[in-house]
């Protein structure tokens, strides 16, 4: 029985690294700090939100690699052993199960209750649950821009109207020539149309609306399916590492960096789709080319 398990545990040892059976160790510094609170401004010129969220991902992808190198350098050495030195293996184990029966236990009974089938399985399903939050995020937006396309329709409308009893076909606005009566027309169907966006913005871009509880339910996923589950993979992955008693106090799961990294940039994507600033301040407007 010890040859047939240390043969198991000598394979994953090749391509694995220790972390404790219990849970995969994270680093000392949350991850999830990284993630900038959600805006509620309707406009993009109206907070930081997209610089400072490259520069959390950009942060958080440097802390990632070099963990990955620490996490890839102990593996290195792990497989190195193995390969050069495989009895060495058998007698670490050997010793870790005389030092600590009870936990080694643990760890070869982890091993052996794999089942492929049910393994596969929860693979098969955390791949749809990804591919469902992909699909709800893509529908999301263009039901956005839909509703974004019906809310500015009546000043629109107008817009066409004046444009066509202008007699003007080409170009932008109102043409040069205008009258001062003319752009006074224009510039207000173009403050009805900041009107039309500021009131429709809460129920999409609010602390309530429809972008926070699609980015909500987003982070839920991801901490209540995705990172137990790659965390449960590398946990099977490296039990066996423990079983040969080397120390492997540096090692970090990525799961929760990777995840934290996708949310941020998820609600990155949909934050981007509001619009730049209002068409008018107080004193003026500008020209927009549908508008």
Known sequence: MLTRYFRRLSAAAGVAVLVSVASVAQSATDPWSRALPLPTACYLSQDQFATQTATAVETLS???????GINEEIASKVKSVSDQDPME?????QQNMMNDPQNAQKYME??????????????????????QMDTEEKNLVASY???????????????????????????WGVGESAPASVYAEYDAIKREADQAYAAF???WWGATGSMQAFVKRYKVYLVNERIPHEQEADAQRTASYAMFNTPSG??????????????????????????????????????????
Do not use: W
């Open 62 to 68: 440097t802390e990632r690699d070099r963990q990955s």
């Open 89 to 93: 293996l058998a007698r670490r184990m």
């Open 110 to 131: 982890m091993l052996g209750a794999t089942d492929p089938a049910a393994a596969q399985a929860r693979s098969q399903h955390a791949l749809d649950r990804k591919v």
């Open 145 to 171: 821009q839909t509703a974004l396309q019906r809310a500015m329709t009546p000043p629109h409308a107008k817009f066409m109207a004046l444009r066509k009893r202008l007699g003007i076909t080409e170009g």
């Open 201 to 203: 913005c809460p129920q």
């Open 250 to 291: 540096t090692y970090r799961s990525l799961a929760t960096m990777d995840a934290v990294s996708d949310y941020m940039k998820v609600a990155d994507r949909l934050y981007s789709n509001r619009q730049s600033e209002p068409i008018c301040t107080a004193s003026t407007c500008r020209d927009l080319p549908g508008l």
